[in-house]
């Protein structure tokens, strides 16, 4: 008699095909364990039922009914939560001058960011990566998270979150990437650092006149 082993089945939701983590895929296909079935979807209504969802680089909050598909929902977040909950906690840190940056793999739920915690990590900076630099560093580190909870699971363990005040940062616009034309070039850096030169790039007005900003390290 041949015995055969079902793979389990696991999805991640991108629901943003321009989003940072795009170009990392092909790499962490390649490193998913043989025992699991991935499926990569970018739509909320295509998540399949299954074992696990990986909600990575979302822009919309998870329905219910989604929620309900998987036994487990799992959202992969750069902030010492409950600290930072929200969007785009990368970008805000660093504009706090943060080198070191939290990331969490963490139980999704209905209220945003408020899951039990698995996994914790950090994202080192210099002070000198532009955009694409700290897409990449976030980018391995979310696949390294992502692997890690995959060789631990069914055996991981998830903790409450700590009973702190907890704080929430807004969703970024184009608003947010304005220049100070009275602050110095140093004053102004971490905005540079963080907008992307071609979706949404650093920008400032002078007498009536908007002007758009690019920065490029020079090689």
């Known amino acids: ?5 079902q793979k389990i089945k696991i999805s991640i939701l991108v629901d943003n095909q321009n989003s940072w983590i795009v170009p990392c895929l092909g790499e962490l296909i390649s490193l998913i364990p043989a ?16 074992e696990i969802l990986f909600l990575i680089g979302c822009t919309r909050i998870i329905s219910k009914k989604t929620l309900s598909l ?7 977040h750069e902030s010492d939560l409950p600290k930072g909950k929200g969007w785009s906690p990368v970008s805000w840190q660093i504009l706090e001058g ?15 960011d408020a899951g039990d915690i698995y996994l914790k990590d950090y994202i080192y900076l210099d002070g000198t990566e532009l955009y694409e630099e700290i897409k990449n560093k976030q ?8 692997l890690k909870f995959l060789e631990k699971y069914p055996n991981i363990i998830a903790i409450p979150q700590a009973n ?5 940062y807004e969703r970024r616009s ?28 650093a920008w400032f007005e002078y007498k009536g006149t908007k002007y758009i900003v690019k920065i490029y390290k020079d090689n």
Not at 42 to 49: F, G, L, R, T
Not at 139 to 146: C, E
Not at 164 to 168: A, D, G, M, N, Q
């Open 139 to 146: 980018g391995k580190k979310t696949i390294s998270l992502i």
């Open 98 to 112: 943060e080198n070191r940056i939290p990331i969490v793999v963490f139980e999704a739920t209905e209220e945003l």
């Open 1 to 5: 008699m041949i015995h055969t082993t």
């Open 174 to 201: 184009t608003k947010n990437d304005q220049l100070d034309i009275n602050k110095s070039i140093k004053e102004n850096f971490n905005l540079l650092r963080i907008v992307n030169n071609e979706r949404y790039p």
């Open 35 to 50: 025992k699991y079935k991935l499926i990569i979807v970018y739509k909320h209504k295509d998540v399949p039922k299954g």
């Open 70 to 76: 998987n036994k487990h929902n799992i959202v992969i």
């Open 164 to 168: 702190i005040p907890e704080t929430y």
